[in-house]
């Protein structure tokens, strides 16, 4: 069964780094998503792109947020000066149009110190 | 034995029983309702979906209930196994929008003890 993969698995930063998180989603979908959860709370939209840019975002994603697919395959979440409250799971998913199944990814735990 | 009624942040059942979990959503607007689950240390998993023009749909073991005058959403699982044993979260997404975002609801850890 296809899969969105996500590396790398768990990533420790110091406060005010860059970090880049990647997704690999399913081949041949079309919308993409990074999703993130704080240690025992729910799941929070960030951010979708479509068609190469950006089609929705949430107030979480500010400007130290930004997402790119550099190429067919990865779809990355950059966050450019890391806070301490930045640390949560990341979930990337994606999304085809054959089902209304948003397909998730196994996370990044980022720990921001 | 089982649980109605309100959002529970956990429930704990014997394995064999059949398991109710609740969910309040927030927009009246939603057309698509999904539940997830998620196991430790992974992302949420798709378990079943249902559309505001039912009320009522059955998967293996699984059957979503759709209240829309009170904007509640329940999963029901028959014959609880201890692989059942997870976070699970419902999810809704605005109409009309083809790969919109999804509005996670609170979780309810289900605890299955055999």
């Known amino acids: 069964e296809p899969e969105v993969t996500q590396t790398p698995s768990h990533q420790v930063t110091q406060m005010g780094q860059e970090v880049i998180l990647r997704c690999v989603p399913i081949?041949?979908?079309?919308?993409f998503y990074w999703y993130r959860q704080i240690l025992g709370q729910k799941v929070e939209f960030l951010v979708s792109?479509?068609?190469?840019?950006?089609?929705?975002k949430s107030e979480i994603f500010d400007d130290q947020f930004s997402v790119e697919r550099p190429d067919g395959s990865n779809f990355t979440l950059k966050i450019r000066s890391t806070k301490l409250e930045d640390s949560a799971m990341y979930f990337c998913a994606s999304f085809g149009l054959s089902s209304y199944e948003q397909y998730f990814g196994p996370g990044t735990r980022l720990t921001v110190t | 034995g089982e649980s109605v009624g309100l959002h529970l942040p956990t429930l704990s059942v014997q394995e064999g029983d059949n398991s109710i979990i609740n969910c309040a959503y927030s927009?009246?607007?939603?057309?698509?309702f999904i539940w997830y689950k998620q196991e430790s240390g992974k992302g949420p998993q798709f378990i079943i979906d249902i559309r505001s023009n039912m009320d009522k749909r059955q998967g293996q073991r699984v059957t979503v209930l759709l209240n829309k005058t009170v904007k509640h959403l329940s999963l029901q699982i028959a014959a609880t196994q201890p692989g059942d044993s997870a976070v699970y979260f419902c999810?809704?997404?605005?109409?009309?929008?083809?790969?919109?975002?999804?509005?996670f609801g609170k979780g309810t850890t289900l605890s299955v003890s055999s």
């Open positions: 792109f479509y068609n190469n840019e950006i089609s929705e």
């Open positions: 081949s041949n979908h079309l919308y």
């Open positions: 927009n009246s607007a939603s057309d698509y």
């Open positions: 999810a809704e997404t605005l109409p009309n929008q083809a790969g919109t975002a999804l509005i």
